[in-house]
């Protein structure tokens, strides 16, 4: 089975810039999707398709995929952007399986 | 806009079959390239994925609980379900469904495949 491998905690200081990676045997060749998980709330998408935003999510959250990594980047963090964050891919073939990471605490200092 | 909430029990007993509904606005199933999904999270723990069905009735499901699930649709309704046999303390999380958008021109369809909106969640706890 496919794994999608995140650290558990990435702790940023606001204003600063928070990388969350998402570790995946040749990610790179598949479309990488993020969400946002606030307590005790659904998931948010915030990234689809490695690098682009639905509407209402601001331009500080971008995305990047290359090679056996992908990477959820928020820029001139804010305490409000606090949260549980988890990638997700899609694995084509007969059984079309969606696989979430093992998700990042984002913790603003 | 783009509306789902899920219902069912909050508390089953171990064995028993679980049936959860997804019932949604702003969209119907019978659009060609839709689909819905259902995810669980345990407490404290990551998403997992567990079965989608798409507009032409094609289903999907986890392999690590595919002989448990079952999933299904009333088109009419506007509402989706999901079966779970054999419930098991493990089993215990909050269950939600979620969009998956796409579109299908003449033969060929485009699929997103990403959930952009989600229920609220139902949280289901198996102990007996």
């Known amino acids: 089975s496919y794994v999608l491998t995140q650290p558990p905690s990435v702790s940023v200081a606001p204003g600063q810039t928070a990388r969350i990676t998402c570790g995946g045997n040749?990610?790179?060749?598949?479309?990488v999707h993020w969400y946002q998980q606030k307590p005790g709330q659904a998931p948010v998408l915030v990234v689809y398709d490695d690098n682009d935003r639905p509407s209402g999510i601001p331009e500080r959250f971008s995305g990047s995929n290359s090679g056996n990594t992908a990477t959820l980047t928020i820029s001139r963090v804010e305490a409000g952007d606090e949260a549980d964050y988890y990638c997700?891919?899609?694995?084509?073939?007969?059984?079309?399986?969606?696989?979430f990471g093992t998700g990042t605490k984002v913790t603003v200092l | 806009q783009i509306t789902l909430k899920e219902s069912g029990p909050t508390l089953v007993k171990p064995t028993q079959t679980l049936t959860l509904t997804c019932t949604f606005s702003?969209?119907?199933?019978?659009?060609?390239?839709?689909?819905v999904g259902w995810i669980r999270q345990p407490p404290g723990k990551a998403l997992e994925w567990l079965a989608l069905?798409?507009?032409?009735?094609?289903?999907r499901y986890s392999p690590s609980l595919k002989n448990r699930l079952t999933i299904s649709k009333d088109t009419s309704k506007n509402q989706v379900f999901l079966t779970m046999t054999n419930m098991d303390p493990v089993d215990s999380a909050t269950y939600y469904c979620a969009h998956r958008r796409g579109y299908c021109i003449s033969d060929r369809c485009y699929e997103y495949n990403w959930f952009d909106s989600w229920g609220q969640g139902t949280l289901v706890t198996v102990s007996s």
């Open positions: 040749n990610i790179g060749s598949k479309s």
């Open positions: 702003g969209f119907s199933l019978s659009t060609s390239g839709l689909g």
């Open positions: 069905i798409y507009w032409n009735d094609d289903k």
């Open positions: 997700q891919v899609w694995i084509s073939g007969s059984d079309h399986l969606y696989v």
